[in-house]
Structure formats: structure tokens, C-alpha cells
């Protein structure tokens, strides 16, 4: 007994020893800590780098703290990720600087930790000044933004459009208050932290690598941005003065430099990125310190992908930029861009103070006392003169467009105080016009859309109308057309319908019936071209078969046929849908008498023909439908293999309509289908048909 009370008192005080330290691991203590100098968007400036975790470091717990911030939690456990103390206080200010939807969050936070000082909670402190519609605000306007680049830019087109948009829709804070991306964005004011964090913030959204370098010894933040794998510095603050020009004044002085362009004005040598000093550790490239955007003090807006602007140094013309292949052409100004010293006779001053905007498809600019539109090939046209008040308060200083308004300033000088905000309404309807034989209209994107063609015949469609690249084809552009023999598509051409951006296939080609081919250019990203048959590019939906196409017999394994897309067909007789997989829309075979459609029992076709024939949508031609049968391939009278000859009368009479003879039968002898109910022969490509073994009006293909 004395033994075993000796061993059951031992294992009690095992058990107690093991379990002290569960009871500490319990045991919370609570701190707080306030990182706001290292926050941007709290007038912070990032820290240094060489004592800084790497931005990438404790990715999964970062995520964490940011949704927990997102959602305005009270306490974020982060218990499972055994963070250090010292840990937290590096990665909280990361968070919301890579963040800056997080501009409600204070710099400030308590924390929970263990005997371990692993953190398991944090409690954040909000500005409860802002609310949740300030995020949706702030998130609609990125949104917005994102939305006005062109699909198909290149990444120095989105940042050419990036960086003049933040520059001419966001002035410098003068009362340095106002730090954060939502500032920049939606109030349209701050000092470098709220345009380095807008910027980047779009950038990253438009899928161009970014990141925020600061300087204490300057006191100031910019971008780090890469472009095809090199690196340039933008400041986007720099390139908006802060002495009151104009508005629509955007400067390029500092647009994606090296660092030994960028330095020239940018005097420290302590850039950082939080956690490396880039000044020592530069990467970046000079490949653009002398671009010919260098001497443009005007926005660059961009319709397809043709730039517009003027220089500082010529008053005579205004130039046009192909973005993609770098030709620029020069047009003269309709006046000259010498702005008056006000209330000075015979006095100029020194430079073109034109600043350009776009809105639906034509460029905007302005002359002193003038506002002018030009196409993308350069046609000018006013569109509007000051009147005797106006010219009362000044000249034509800078234009800014918002939706179909024009805002434009009216000032003593480039750099008043204040200048009179005028606001003039364009026409909210696309820019249409006609060319070569076609009628456009212009997209949102600044592409056009043919919507009416005049031609006949064979038919090119061209790459650009006007200036503006074909990028549409209307909703029912042929429909219907008689005389149209041959339509070729370039491959500029992406889209069909109303919306690009959910490409209607249908209709284009529709009861076109002179149709006898549709050609793609190579390169094409959306659709194919196979014998003159119409397929989207992966070949899985065939869009169009034209309507004259010859041939009586036609194979497809395409997964989805189009509506209308073998409509009205004047050679086609049998249709074969050789995929199980094979669907198609109503009416696709609609007025065809003659065609008979078969597919593989079991299928996608049979499916979508039984489910059609029990809603009566079917046009099986078994109810006075305008065209004849759906048959399954089971129909088909498939003679033995080997046979060698068929003799002559040897199927007269009969009634088999529809008849696959071997490969292996090398000859067919006169009369043999003499009187019968035969309408479609297959036979091998050398088997010998003798004249008269079928009637004429039989279809024989050779497969």
C-alpha cells in the first residue's frame, strides 16, 4: 500500500508541474504603442531601411491584420502566428501604407502578448471622422479611374494617363493637412504622402509594379515604378506646382527618371522604401531622362492609342503621338499659342500655355481666348469662344474634363490666386462620323465602331477610321445585305455588339445572303477564320456560316453554334454536328427547307433537341417548320465494310434517303439508285460513280 500511495502522490505532482506552464500561457498582459511617425497617410514618413523587416516578411499575418482593419475590428487575434512584440511594431505601419483604403486607421494601437511575448491580440484605434461610404467613395473613384484605360495600353500608356490624371484632378495642400490617398482622390487636395499613396494605388491596381520611397532629409514621398523589368522614379507632387498655376497644368519633369536625373532636384541621399536605402541601392534606369515628353507642360490624354499635346517651346503646332510605334505628327494651331500679358499691349509671354483633355473620342485644347476639339488625324474645329465678360477676367489658363464637361479656368496669368471655374457642357452622345464608305462611332475607350457600311462586293474593314482604331462591329452591320460577296476582318477588329465587353456574336453576318466567305487577318486575339467559316479564336464557337458558302456538306465539332449562324443557307443540304459536346441557339438553322442536321446520339445536341422539341422551339420540320429534320447519325444506312462494287439496280426503288457506302467500294454502276428515295451519298474519295447511277439531285461527298 505505502508503494503504490508513494507512486500515485508522484504522478499527482508530475501532473501539477507539467501543468504550470498552461496557467502562464493564459495569463495576457497588455501594452500599447503608436507608429503614426512611420504612416503615410498620418503625415509619417517610412523608416529607415536597414533596421526594417523586408515588406514581404509575415505575408499571412499582415493579411490578416489588414482585414480585420478593413472590417473596423475591435480585436484582431493573431494568436496562431507567434508574432514578437518587436515584430508587430515594424509590420502594422507596412499594412496601411501598402494599404491606402486604410486611411481611417490611427497610427495607434494596444496588444495583447503571452509569457512568451508572442502577440495574440490587437486593438486598433480608428478616426471615427471617416465613415464607411468615404471607403466606398474612395474605392468607386479608383474604380472609376481604372475604368477609363484603354484595354489594350501598353504599361507606359496606363502610366503616362496614371500620372497626368493625378496631376491635373488633385492640387497641393498649402494647409498640410491632408495626407492620404482618399484626400488626393476624392477631395482633390494633399501634400506628396497622399499623392505617392494614390498613385501607387492605382498603379498596383492597373498590374504595374509600385512602391513609396521617402526622404526625411527632404521631407517628402515619391513612386519607384517598373516597366518591362526596369525601374524609374515619378513624383507626381513635383510635377504639380503648388503656387497656384492653372488648373490642367502637368509638368513631366519628373516622369519615370533615374536616379541620377531624379537627384538633380531631389537632394538627399537617404530614399528609402522601409526597408532598403534605394539612393545607395539604385536600380533604376535612365532609359527615359530625355523622353519627348520632357518639354510637355500639358496633360497627354490618349484616344486609342494616339497621344496629344503641345510643347513649351513651339506656339505654332500641336502634335499627335502613335503611343505604340512612336511616329508623331505635327498640325498646325489654328491660332497661335502666345498667351497676352494681360492689360499690356504688344506683350507676350514666354511658352505655350495649351493644355489638352478628351472626352468621347475627340481631344480638347485651348488657345487664349479660344477652345478648340481635333480628331485623331488632326481635324480641328472651335467649339467655343470667351465671351466680352469673360475676356473681362483674363485668358484661357488650363482645361480639365469630368464625364462630357469641360472645365476651364479664366485668369490674369498662369499663376493667379484664383481663377474664374467655368464649366462647359459637351455633347453626351458618341462622336460619330463617316469614312470610306463607313459610318463609326467612337467608344468609351476612344476605339471606334463601325456601324453602318455603304459598300458592296468584297469588303476590307479598315484598321482605323479617322484616326481611331476598329476595334467593333456594330449588332447587325450585314444584316440582311444583298451584294456583299466577302468581308474581311483585321486584326484590330475584337468585339461584336453594343458591348465590347461582352462580345455578342450574333447578327453581324445575319441573312447576309450574297455571303460566301468571311476571311481574319492573322493575329486576330478573338476570332478565326476556317474555309471562310467564321469561329471565335479557340475554335470551340462557330459564329458564322456565310450564307452563299458553296458546298451541299459541311462538318463541324465546334461546342457551341451561334444564332442565325446557318440561317437562310442557299447551298448547304446536310449539316453534320460530328461532337457529342456540339450546342447551339435558336434559330440557327432558321429558313432552311432543304438542310437536314445530323448529330451524335447521347450528346450536348440530342439533349438540346429534346429539350427544344418539348418546349416547341425546335424547327424540326415535322410541324410546317422552315426547315426540314434533325436526324441523329443512327439514321444514316451504313452499308457492310468490303463491299467492293454496288451493281446497277441494286438499291432502285427503295426509299433509304440517306446512305454511307465503305471506302474499300472502288465502283458504283449506272442505275444502281435508279427511281429511289436517295438524296445523300457518302462514298470514298476514289470510288468510281458511273453516269446515271444517281439523279442529279442527289448529294454525294467524298469523305
Known amino acids: 500500500m505505502k508503494k503504490r500511495l508513494l507512486s500515485l502522490l508522484l504522478s499527482l505532482a508530475l501532473l501539477l508541474s507539467l501543468s504550470i506552464p498552461c496557467v502562464h500561457a493564459d495569463t495576457l498582459e497588455t501594452d500599447s504603442a503608436d507608429v503614426s511617425a512611420y504612416v503615410l497617410h498620418l503625415g509619417g514618413l517610412l523608416p529607415e531601411g536597414s533596421q526594417r523587416l523586408r515588406a514581404s516578411d509575415y505575408t499571412a499575418v499582415k493579411q490578416v491584420i489588414y482585414e480585420g482593419l478593413r472590417a473596423r475590428k475591435e480585436r484582431i487575434n493573431i494568436s496562431a502566428y507567434n508574432l514578437p512584440i518587436s515584430v508587430l511594431s515594424s509590420i502594422y505601419p507596412q499594412v496601411l501604407n501598402e494599404h491606402p483604403d486604410l486611411f481611417f486607421v490611427s497610427g495607434g494601437y494596444s496588444y495583447s502578448y503571452n509569457y512568451n511575448s508572442y502577440v495574440t491580440y490587437v486593438s486598433p484605434y480608428y478616426d471615427n471622422s471617416y465613415t464607411e461610404a468615404d471607403v466606398t467613395a474612395y474605392q468607386n473613384t ?65 498590374g504595374i509594379p509600385c512602391a513609396i520611397i521617402s526622404s526625411s532629409a527632404i521631407n517628402h514621398a515619391w513612386n519607384l515604378v517598373t516597366l518591362n523589368g526596369e525601374n524609374f522614379y515619378v513624383d507626381c507632387t513635383w510635377d504639380d506646382p503648388s503656387n497656384h498655376w492653372y488648373e490642367g497644368y502637368c509638368s513631366h519633369s519628373n516622369f519615370v527618371l533615374s536616379k541620377f536625373a531624379l537627384a538633380q532636384t531631389h537632394n538627399s541621399t ?33 484616344i486609342g492609342h494616339i497621344g496629344a499635346y503641345t510643347t513649351d517651346s513651339d506656339s505654332y503646332n500641336f502634335y499627335l503621338r502613335n503611343m505604340r510605334t512612336g511616329e508623331t505628327v505635327s498640325h498646325p494651331l489654328p491660332a497661335n499659342g502666345v498667351w497676352p500679358v494681360y492689360g499690356q499691349a504688344h506683350s507676350h509671354w514666354a511658352g505655350n500655355y495649351s493644355s489638352f483633355a478628351a472626352v468621347n473620342g475627340l481631344f480638347y485644347f485651348t488657345l487664349p481666348t479660344e477652345i478648340w476639339s481635333a480628331t485623331p488625324t488632326g481635324k480641328t474645329s472651335s467649339v467655343y469662344k470667351l465671351t466680352k465678360a469673360e475676356l473681362a477676367d483674363g485668358y484661357v489658363y488650363g482645361i480639365v474634363a469630368d464625364g462630357n464637361t469641360l472645365y476651364y479656368n479664366i485668369g490674369e496669368q498662369a499663376w493667379e490666386t484664383t481663377f474664374t471655374r467655368k464649366a462647359l457642357p459637351l455633347q453626351s452622345g458618341p462622336v460619330t462620323g463617316e469614312c470610306d464608305g463607313f459610318a463609326y462611332e467612337v467608344l468609351p475607350d476612344g476605339t471606334a465602331s463601325i456601324t453602318a457600311c455603304k459598300l458592296s462586293g468584297n469588303i476590307t474593314i479598315p484598321k482605323t477610321l479617322d484616326g481611331y482604331t476598329v476595334t467593333n462591329l456594330a449588332s447587325e452591320l450585314f444584316y440582311g445585305k444583298s451584294n456583299v460577296t466577302a468581308v474581311t476582318i483585321p486584326a484590330s477588329v475584337t468585339s461584336f455588339g453594343p458591348d465590347p465587353s461582352d462580345n455578342s456574336w450574333d447578327y453581324v453576318f445575319s441573312y447576309c445572303y450574297d455571303l460566301t466567305r468571311i476571311n481574319v487577318e492573322t493575329g486576330n486575339p478573338s476570332f478565326r477564320s476556317v ?58 438553322f432558321y429558313n432552311d427547307p432543304a438542310l437536314t442536321v445530323f448529330y451524335v446520339p447521347g450528346g450536348q445536341a440530342e439533349q438540346k433537341a429534346n429539350a427544344d422539341r418539348a418546349s416547341g422551339r425546335v424547327q424540326d420540320g415535322k410541324s410546317g417548320n422552315p426547315w426540314s429534320s434533325l436526324e441523329s447519325t443512327a439514321s444514316l444506312c451504313t452499308l457492310p465494310a468490303g463491299l467492293q462494287v454496288i451493281e446497277s439496280e441494286a438499291f432502285a426503288g427503295t426509299e433509304i434517303p440517306w446512305i454511307l457506302v465503305p471506302a474499300e467500294c472502288t465502283r458504283i454502276e449506272k442505275g444502281a439508285f435508279a427511281d429511289s428515295g436517295l438524296a445523300y451519298l457518302r462514298v470514298g474519295k476514289n470510288t468510281i460513280i458511273e453516269g446515271g447511277a444517281v439523279a442529279d439531285t442527289v448529294v454525294v461527298e467524298r469523305k
Not at 500608356?157 to 497626368?164: R, S, V
Not at 528609402?272 to 531622362?289: H, I
Open 270 to 302: 537617404d530614399w528609402t522604401d522601409g526597408t532598403t536605402n534605394v539612393y545607395t541601392n539604385d536600380t533604376s534606369s535612365a532609359r527615359y531622362d530625355a523622353a519627348w515628353w520632357s518639354d510637355v507642360n500639358t496633360a497627354v490624354p490618349i
Open 531 to 588: 474555309d471562310g467559316v467564321l469561329f471565335s479564336k479557340d475554335g470551340k464557337t462557330l459564329i458564322h456560316y456565310p450564307c452563299s458558302r458553296a458546298g451541299a456538306v459541311y462538318h463541324t465539332q465546334a461546342q457551341t453554334i451561334c444564332c442565325t449562324a446557318f440561317a437562310s443557307s442557299r447551298n448547304l443540304k446536310f449539316l453534320f454536328l460530328d461532337s457529342a459536346d456540339t450546342r447551339w441557339y435558336t434559330y440557327t
Open 142 to 206: 479608383v474604380k472609376k479611374i481604372i475604368g477609363m484605360l484603354g484595354a489594350d495600353w501598353s504599361d507606359m500608356e496606363k502610366l503616362l494617363f496614371l500620372h497626368d490624371y493625378l496631376v491635373t484632378h488633385c492640387e497641393y495642400d498649402l494647409g498640410y493637412s491632408r495626407y492620404n490617398a482618399h484626400d488626393a482622390l476624392v477631395v482633390g487636395s494633399a501634400v506628396c504622402q497622399g499623392y505617392s499613396e494614390a498613385f501607387c494605388d492605382l498603379c498596383l491596381k492597373s
